[in-house]
């Protein structure tokens, strides 16, 4: 008797739990899982349905829990959120993929060959190249057009130098911008020949002659070069970029590519501040779908450290009595941000050098009231005086700065700073733990895309040759678990998506990577070979195998 109410008793439960199974797309499971809550991998696995996550825990608890037509062994590996680059020009990014890539070419002769390729498959009327460096060529002196106009004599050809202050041209397009030898242009220079001829090579406002006769790219191109960059940007682990500063019609763009189902990647953008743009958004209102969110305007505040153009409170430790500038006045910048204020907008800034980053904090204090629901950003935040590091506590206001910037600059930086003011430059970890949270993104095409070259900056603070040894002001580098953070679920937050992205978690999109080793344990020197095996959207594999 005892014996048949035990077996009824195991046949009931087995009876109640078939029954209890809940139903799901797929089940992930046997991973190495990190939720990014915590700096150990806590989960094993996890269960999809929809797009989103809708269960998380140990193999058991999900194998056990759910009844799904598909089921992904993991095997091991370790699985994050999906990063997200909360400062990059994507749009950017893909039109540079409409001109043939000349970096790192090693003669003219090179260049031209690498041109003569891109020309076969080029669908544009124009033919453009980018980053050319003379210096890396074996003769350094600036190339001539007379090569350009006997292989393309009817195609006008423009190729812009790596620095982008210079151009070299073929006749072709030196007439349609009507340049010839008696052409001057204030801040800029065409240089001449013996004969008195322009020889191709434009310098500073000279290049721009040129560059208002080139035609935008069709949106056909332009959807194609976004397709192509968004799998560049899953093959590297990125499941939403922030691209800082759009107009209404790459937005356009990007949306119809999203409706359409073929831009899969989610996009952040931030309208760019032309009038037009603004307009259009501020009179309309935050527009936001799964995949793209508008609710953000772009205003740069000063220019860059490399160039001086970054606006100091003292004058460039190596250019006395200069000390940068602001690109706009106050009362404009004032005056966007009132804007922005009343429309629901948040104000992304660029701002560089110390007195630009207390320039905006004092303009953000003065339109936030203490709290900063609509969470002000500072984009770069590379020179801060120590002295203005508790306003972003005190206003909330959040950092959003790119960790291979450090490790790019820290063979110059100090040129321009002196050692005095290298304690507020690339203090990212002053910053984290002044704001309580911090973003992190590339800049991308400044620099690479890759993430993983983001997560080893901002740990290691060593270039990819492991340089300096001890690390670039060694104090400033991150914890994993916040590094990790700093590229999901605060890159989220810094976009009001904290809810749907950055977590492994229930509720949450299903946007996440696989990789071949466990980045929150390895040697820091391997994370730069990782490799994403996987990367997923929306459920959706989108990059790799299962
Ligand atoms: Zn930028």
């Known amino acids: 008797m005892a014996r048949i109410i035990a077996l009824a008793f195991v046949l009931l439960l087995a009876l109640l739990s078939s029954c209890g199974?809940?139903?799901?797309?797929?089940?992930?499971?046997?991973?190495?899982?990190?939720?990014?809550?915590?700096?150990?991998?806590?989960?094993?696995?996890?269960?999809?349905?929809?797009?989103?996550?809708?269960?998380?825990?140990?193999?058991?608890?999900?194998?056990?829990?759910?009844?799904?037509?598909?089921?992904?062994?993991?095997?091991?590996?370790?699985?994050?959120?999906?990063?997200?680059?909360?400062?990059?020009?994507?749009?950017?990014?893909?039109?540079?993929?409409?001109?043939?890539?000349?970096?790192?070419?090693?003669?003219?002769?090179?260049?031209?060959e690498l041109l003569n390729a891109f020309s076969k498959t080029n669908k544009f009327s124009w033919l453009l190249g980018r980053g050319w460096d003379q210096n890396d060529w074996e003769d350094d002196s600036f190339p001539t057009r007379e090569r350009l106009d006997s292989l393309y004599p009817t195609v006008p050809v423009f190729l812009m130098r790596i620095d982008g202050h210079a151009a070299l041209c073929n006749a072709v397009a030196l007439q349609l911008a009507g340049i010839n030898g008696d052409t001057r242009v204030a801040g800029g220079e065409v240089l001449l020949n013996q004969s008195g001829e322009p020889t191709g090579l434009l310098i500073d406002n000279a290049v721009d002659l040129v560059k208002?006769?080139?035609?935008?790219?069709?949106?056909?191109?332009?959807?194609?070069?976004?397709?192509?960059?968004?799998?560049?940007?899953?093959?590297?682990?990125?499941?939403?970029?922030?691209?800082?500063?759009?107009?209404?019609?790459?937005?356009?763009?990007?949306?119809?590519?999203?409706?359409?189902?073929?831009?899969k990647l989610r996009v952040y953008a931030m309208i760019s501040d032309s009038k037009e743009t603004r307009d259009y958004f501020f009179s309309k209102g935050p527009y936001k779908t799964d995949r793209l969110n508008v609710r953000a305007v772009k205003v740069y505040a000063d220019g860059a450290l490399g160039s001086r153009g970054a606006c100091l409170k003292r004058p460039y430790a190596d250019q006395p009595g200069h000390y940068g500038f602001l690109l706009h006045d106050l009362a404009y910048m004032n005056d966007i941000m009132d804007e922005a204020h009343e429309n629901g907008f948040q104000v992304c800034t660029h701002a560089i050098g110390d007195s630009a980053v207390k320039t905006i904090l004092m303009l953000y204090r003065e339109n936030l009231s203490g709290e900063n629901p609509r969470r002000w950003r500072i984009e770069h935040c590379q020179v801060v005086d120590p002295a203005d590091m508790d306003y972003f506590s005190r206003y909330s206001i959040i950092p959003s700065v790119q960790p291979t910037h450090a490790t790019s600059d820290m063979y110059w930086a100090e040129e321009r700073l002196g050692k005095d003011r290298m304690t507020g430059a690339y203090a990212y970890r002053s910053l984290e733990r002044e704001a309580e949270t911090i973003a992190f993104g590339t800049d991308f095409p400044v620099e690479r895309i890759n993430p993983l070259l983001t997560f080893y900056a901002a740990v290691s603070r060593k270039?990819?040759?492991?340089?300096?040894?001890?690390?670039?002001?060694?104090?400033?580098?991150?914890?994993?678990?916040?590094?990790?953070?700093?590229?999901?679920?605060?890159?989220?937050?810094?976009?009001?998506?904290?809810?749907?992205?950055?977590?492994?978690?229930?509720?949450?999109?299903?946007?996440?990577?696989?990789?071949?080793?466990?980045?929150?344990?390895?040697?820091?020197?391997?994370?730069?070979?990782t490799r994403v095996l996987s990367t997923y959207v929306n459920g959706e594999l989108v990059y790799g195998a299962e």
């Open 21 to 112: 199974k809940r139903k799901a797309d797929v089940l992930y499971f046997n991973g190495t899982i990190y939720s990014g809550e915590s700096s150990s991998s806590n989960l094993q696995a996890f269960a999809v349905r929809d797009g989103r996550i809708v269960s998380t825990g140990s193999d058991d608890d999900i194998l056990d829990g759910f009844d799904a037509p598909k089921k992904v062994d993991l095997k091991g590996r370790t699985v994050l959120p999906g990063f997200i680059d909360a400062h990059c020009h994507f749009f950017g990014y893909a039109s540079d993929l409409l001109k043939c890539d000349l970096t790192g070419s090693r003669s003219y002769e090179a260049a031209l």
């Open 212 to 263: 208002a006769k080139i035609p935008p790219f069709p949106d056909s191109l332009n959807a194609e070069a976004l397709l192509k960059a968004q799998q560049h940007c899953f093959s590297v682990g990125l499941t939403t970029v922030d691209d800082a500063g759009l107009g209404k019609d790459s937005i356009f763009l990007i949306d119809r590519l999203q409706q359409e189902g073929k831009l």
């Open 463 to 529: 270039d990819l040759e492991g340089n300096p040894p001890d690390g670039f002001r060694a104090e400033e580098a991150m914890k994993r678990k916040d590094v990790l953070k700093a590229m999901t679920t605060w890159a989220a937050y810094a976009n009001f998506e904290e809810e749907e992205k950055g977590l492994i978690d229930n509720g949450y999109f299903a946007d996440f990577i696989v990789l071949d080793r466990n980045i929150m344990e390895i040697d820091e020197e391997q994370i730069p070979q």
